[in-house]
């Protein structure tokens, strides 16, 4: 489970930071970013019922709804180091 959701947390990051060459494409990508991002969680929330160590993926990642991406990213990026 926590590698599904690390597959769509590094989809999110990557889109978060493409290049856009207009304001709208970049609202267009943060928003698409956010909604990779909520659908890491309930794969998160599986991974860390198994297995405890996952618990900071499941808590960063609720946060996503309220933090904007752009200061999760260090956070997420060391919780799925290796996957």
Do not use: F, W
């Amino acid at each position: 489970m926590v590698h599904s959701a690390c597959t769509y947390v590094n989809e999110s990051i990557s889109t978060y930071n493409q290049s856009a060459s207009t304001q709208a494409q970049r609202s267009q990508n943060i928003k698409t970013a956010s909604i990779e991002l909520r659908k890491a969680l309930p794969l998160a929330s599986i991974a860390a019922g198994e297995d405890p160590q996952y618990q900071a993926l499941q808590a960063t990642l609720s946060e996503s709804s309220r933090v904007p991406e752009g200061n999760l990213i260090h956070a997420l990026k060391l919780q799925c180091e290796g996957y």
